[in-house]
T-cell receptor
Framework: GEDVEQSLFLSVREGDSSVINCTYTDSSSTYLYWYKQEPGAGLQLLTYIFSNMDMKQDQRLTVLLNKKDKHLSLRIADTQTGDSAIYFCAESTNDYKLSFGAGTTVTVRA | DAGITQSPRHKVTETGTPVTLRCHQTENHRYMYWYRQDPGHGLRLIHYSYGVKDTDKGEVSDGYSVSRSKTEDFLLTLESATSSQTSVYFC??????????????FGPGTRLLVL
């Protein structure tokens, strides 16, 4: 996980936007991913972006990729209590393995 | 996720005993992975498989072995469990479950406690 870094905690008010940031080091990354983990559960794939894209939108989720700075972000619009979870950023290179960040715990407060 | 199951889901064992965790997939995916999850470390790759009888080490493979005798099953063995192997273990497969070839999908996890 040292190749992928994320802030550990984020607190956001219900209805506001959440932005979770991630930096990675491998310039040969092909795909970058966001996973969500709810308490006691496995990892759920939220979205992913190919390295030649700079933005991807999927309903309330927007992924931004700055390849020059090796920076990835996930924006969740209109954050709800059900969005409280741990969010993992991960990168994939040509060998089909994923490297994960330590995870960002998002807490949504009323 | 629907196509990946892990057994057992919970296990308590004693130091020095062998433990085998099983991952079973029904999606006919070529690639399978074992990760462990520990606080502050995210998920770290233990071993992975790129086909039947084809396996390779990940970043934290010491103390673990794997076997894949058929496409659908990937076994993780702790030959002699230690307390440092207390963790949550996740299996993953790679393939097109409603997505592209580049996505990994995870099983529900196995919580292992080594006393």
């Amino acid at each position: 996980g040292e190749d992928v870094e994320q802030s550990l905690f984020l607190s956001v008010r219900e209805g506001d936007s959440s932005v979770i940031n991630c930096t990675y080091t491998d310039s040969s990354s092909t795909y970058l991913y966001w996973y969500k983990q709810e308490p006691g559960a496995g990892l759920q794939l939220l979205t992913y972006i190919f390295s030649n894209m700079d933005m991807k939108q999927d309903q309330r989720l927007t992924v931004l990729l700055n390849k020059k700075d090796k920076h990835l972000s996930l924006r969740i619009a209109d954050t709800q209590t059900g969005d409280s979870a741990i969010y993992f950023c991960a990168e994939s290179t040509n060998d089909y393995k994923l490297s994960f960040g330590a995870g960002t715990t998002v807490t949504v407060r009323a | 996720d629907a196509g990946i199951t892990q057994s057992p889901r919970h296990k308590v064992t004693e130091t020095g005993t062998p433990v085998t965790l099983r991952c079973h997939q029904t999606e006919n995916h070529r690639y399978m992975y074992w990760y462990r999850q520990d606080p502050g470390h995210g998920l770290r790759l233990i071993h992975y498989s790129y086909g039947v009888k084809d396996t390779d080490k990940g970043e934290v493979s010491d103390g673990y072995s794997v076997s894949r005798s058929k496409t659908e099953d990937f076994l993780l063995t702790l030959e002699s469990a230690t307390s440092s192997q207390t963790s949550v273990y996740f299996c993953a497969t790679r393939g097109p479950i409603g997505g592209s070839q580049e996505t990994q999908y995870f099983g529900p996890g196995t919580r292992l406690l080594v006393l």
